[in-house]
């Protein structure tokens, strides 16, 4: 049975001092996301940020640039978060689905609470870094009804297939309501994100619950890929994953170490452990030509 890896090179949470290993400028997260692509990664899960700062930015000429010069430089699925800045309107979030029509993009199935503010201080970090990982006990990731029923239009019309993000088990259901609402097309691509404080938890136990639930509300009518954050996490949810029939996310946005006492030097370092699994647990790696065909996007 086919697999694919998603990369997700930088994330939209985390601050730069965390990891030299994080890209952070247009340079940075292109050379990152084709090495990935290279490693094993089908699809790159992007975020951006202020070249200067290495601040979380939602800036669209800076993904613009970015996506257009991983597409130039190899086949991967690029695919940016709609997850945007703090106090941004839905239609700001999705102007990188409706503006730079990607193949692909994010789509956060509810609203939750979203802390980082456990990630301990470090000497390389700036002032506002610190700032921002203890702001994050006053932050909540905002989806609305609302939000989410805009965002499957803005999805619908430019023909962009969504990645669900579920990062909790309420999430599913929510899902399911905008399926029975007409705003969103099934098969589904789900993608289980277990390991935020503030939503479900990078357990077995949890990623069984989760698909288990998925199955009850949309029969086979999904595919579907976990990413555990933090470590172990990342690798124990890949290998889980891999057992159990769906596909695999790992990056720099979810997890910082390749083994318990060593750092990632680079995303594909993370890519090529988590599929260095997959054929010995019968899994056959496939790029992004074959994954576009499974996510129906060819
Ligand atoms: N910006 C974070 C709160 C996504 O990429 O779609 C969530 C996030 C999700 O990173
Ligand atoms: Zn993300």
């Given at each position: 049975?086919?697999?694919?890896c998603?990369?997700a090179?930088t994330g939209?949470?985390?601050v730069p001092g965390?990891s030299?290993a994080?890209?952070?400028?247009?340079d940075?997260?292109v050379?990152s996301?084709?090495?990935a692509n290279a490693?094993?990664?089908?699809?790159?899960?992007?975020h951006?940020r202020?070249?200067?700062?290495?601040r979380?930015?939602?800036?669209?000429?800076?993904f613009?640039?970015?996506l257009?010069r991983?597409?130039?430089?190899?086949?991967?699925?690029?695919q940016?978060?709609?997850?945007?800045?703090?106090?941004m309107?839905?239609?700001?979030?999705?102007?990188?689905?409706?503006?730079?029509?990607?193949?692909?993009a994010?789509f956060?199935?509810g609203?939750?609470?979203?802390?980082?503010?456990?990630?301990?201080?470090?000497?390389?970090?700036?002032?506002?870094e610190?700032?921002?990982?203890?702001?994050?006990r006053?932050?909540?990731?905002?989806?609305t009804f609302?939000?989410?029923?805009?965002?499957?239009?803005?999805?619908?019309?430019?023909?962009?297939?969504?990645?669900?993000e579920?990062?909790?088990?309420g999430h599913?259901?929510n899902?399911?309501?905008?399926?029975?609402?007409?705003?969103?097309?099934l098969?589904?691509?789900?993608?289980?994100?277990?390991?935020v404080?503030?939503?479900?938890?990078a357990?077995?136990?949890q990623?069984?619950?989760m698909h288990?639930t998925?199955?009850t509300?949309?029969?086979?009518d999904f595919?579907w890929?976990?990413a555990?954050?933090?470590?172990?996490?990342e690798?124990?949810?890949?290998?889980?994953?891999?057992?159990?029939?769906?596909?695999v996310?790992?990056g720099?946005?979810?997890?910082?170490r390749v083994?318990m006492d060593?750092?990632?030097?680079?995303?594909a370092?993370l890519?090529?452990k988590?599929?260095?699994?997959?054929?010995l647990?019968d899994?056959?790696p496939?790029?992004?030509a074959q994954?576009?065909?499974?996510?129906?996007?060819?």
């Amino acid at each position: 049975m086919k697999v694919f890896c998603s990369c997700a090179i930088t994330g939209g949470m985390s601050v730069p001092g965390q990891s030299a290993a994080i890209p952070v400028t247009p340079d940075e997260i292109v050379e990152s996301a084709v090495a990935a692509n290279a490693a094993g990664a089908a699809i790159v899960h992007i975020h951006v940020r202020d070249p200067e700062t290495g601040r979380p930015s939602a800036d669209l000429g800076l993904f613009r640039e970015v996506l257009t010069r991983i597409g130039e430089r190899c086949d991967a699925i690029v695919q940016p978060t709609t997850g945007g800045g703090v106090g941004m309107t839905i239609d700001e979030r999705a102007r990188v689905v409706t503006e730079l029509r990607p193949q692909m993009a994010t789509f956060n199935c509810g609203s939750f609470n979203f802390g980082i503010f456990k990630v301990r201080p470090r000497p390389e970090m700036a002032p506002w870094e610190v700032e921002y990982l203890q702001g994050t006990r006053d932050y909540v990731f905002r989806n609305t009804f609302a939000d989410m029923a805009r965002l499957a239009e803005l999805f619908r019309e430019a023909g962009a297939k969504p990645e669900y993000e579920a990062y909790d088990v309420g999430h599913l259901y929510n899902l399911r309501h905008l399926a029975d609402e007409g705003l969103v097309d099934l098969p589904l691509h789900l993608q289980f994100v277990l390991g935020v404080l503030g939503a479900n938890a990078a357990t077995l136990e949890q990623l069984v619950h989760m698909h288990r639930t998925a199955t009850t509300l949309f029969g086979s009518d999904f595919t579907w890929s976990a990413a555990g954050v933090g470590y172990p996490a990342e690798f124990h949810l890949a290998a889980a994953a891999l057992m159990m029939g769906g596909h695999v996310r790992v990056g720099l946005e979810d997890n910082l170490r390749v083994t318990m006492d060593r750092r990632a030097a680079s995303n594909a370092e993370l890519v090529e452990k988590a599929m260095t699994l997959a054929p010995l647990l019968d899994r056959e790696p496939v790029g992004a030509a074959q994954a576009r065909e499974i996510l129906g996007i060819a």
